[in-house]
């Protein structure tokens, strides 16, 4: 129970760091408003390599402006299992409707956990991909895959190592992550269009993210920036 209470107090702290925002339209939508905010689908895979019980799900996508210093200049976006996801396959796939202005962003990091009863382990995918959102837009940005897969030598773990027992029976602590990006327009548009009956008639452009860049990752996470326990407990208020 204290686990749960102290996640909870740091969610609430860390939530004046960040906006955050539920996706831009849901299922019920009829149009979609881009005078202000241009809209931005990325399609979300996140999975592991093992058959473990352990199933990462991501909560939270996280965005910030350069030189971000308020909350307004960091943009996170809520992920929900129930109302988010699609199957493609054996796939389960999120998609993700992000409204942001006009401008330059980078694309940060997914944050969620992977639990069963006793254990929570949280992790963070870093992704640090730049994004440039147009004005007036409905942009389709490509597929984010992620997979956990066993760490090797000094590679970037998947999650933070505190709690000691959480993390490593989870298997995020001893961890890392695989992460492709990919321009799969055909296939994801159709899931968009087929969920979000606003998408049906919409204009999407599409101007996928770049490749995902592990040594710029791993550069940035040996420089001091390890996901810790305080940063990735945040997604345990959202969860169910």
């Not at 909350?71 to 993700?96: A, C, H, I, M, P």
């Not at 090797?152 to 999650?159: L, P, S, T």
């Not at 027992?165 to 548009?189: C, F, M, P, R």
């Amino acid at each position: 129970m204290n686990r749960f209470l102290g996640a909870m107090s740091l969610c609430v702290a860390l939530a004046g760091c960040a906006t955050v925002n539920p996706m831009a339209f849901d299922k019920e939508a009829k149009t979609i408003d881009t005078s202000e905010k241009s809209v931005v689908l990325m399609a979300l895979e996140v999975s592991r390599s093992d058959d473990s019980r352990y199933v990462p799900t991501p909560f939270v996508v996280k965005l910030e402006q350069p030189n971000a210093q308020s909350k307004e200049e960091r943009q996170n976006f809520k992920l929900d299992e129930d109302e988010d996801t699609v199957k493609d396959g054996e796939r389960t796939v999120y998609l993700t409707r992000m409204a942001l202005k006009p401008g330059q962003y980078k694309m940060g990091e997914v944050m969620g956990q992977a639990k069963g009863f006793p254990f929570i382990g949280t992790f963070v995918v870093p992704l640090l991909m730049d994004l440039n959102v147009k004005p007036n837009s409905i942009t389709y940005v490509g597929r984010l895959t992620a997979k956990l897969r066993p760490r090797q030598g000094e590679e970037f773990r998947a999650g933070p190592v505190i709690p000691l027992i959480d993390q490593s029976v989870t298997g995020l602590s001893g961890g890392t992550w695989d992460v492709t990006a990919e321009n799969l327009s055909e296939k994801d548009l159709a899931l968009f269009r087929s969920h979000f009956p606003a998408l049906t008639t919409a204009t999407i452009e599409n101007a996928p993210l770049p490749a995902f860049d592990r040594a710029a990752v791993q550069r940035w996470w040996e420089g001091g920036m390890q996901p810790t326990a305080a940063a990735q407990a945040a997604p345990v208020a959202t969860s169910k």
